[in-house]
């Protein structure tokens, strides 16, 4: 599949995964309360994705899968 944005919730599951797994510090710091950082995330699945990644799916999912997390 080429082009269009990646809006499976499974697909950026897994991309925000490898994010996350990849940047604990920022994990907790996002835990503790630096929200901001939740944009960083979103970043970097863009960047995993060639930005593909839809940016508002992407950004709810961080979020859920960072409280997931703990």
């Known amino acids: 599949r080429h082009g269009g944005a ?3 919730p499974a697909e950026l599951r897994a991309a ?3 994010v996350l ?3 604990p ?3 907790a710091a996002c835990r503790g309360g630096k929200t901001r950082l939740v944009g960083f995330f979103v970043g970097q699945v ?3 994705t ?3 990644a ?3 799916i992407t950004g709810e999912l961080v979020r ?3 409280q997931e997390e703990i």
Do not use: F, K, S
């Open 6 to 8: 990646i809006t499976d």
């Open 46 to 48: 863009m960047r995993q």
């Open 25 to 27: 510090e920022e994990v």
């Open 64 to 66: 859920t899968l960072i």
């Open 21 to 23: 797994d990849a940047h």
């Open 16 to 18: 925000i995964r490898l």
């Open 50 to 52: 060639n930005g593909r």
């Open 54 to 56: 839809d940016p508002v």
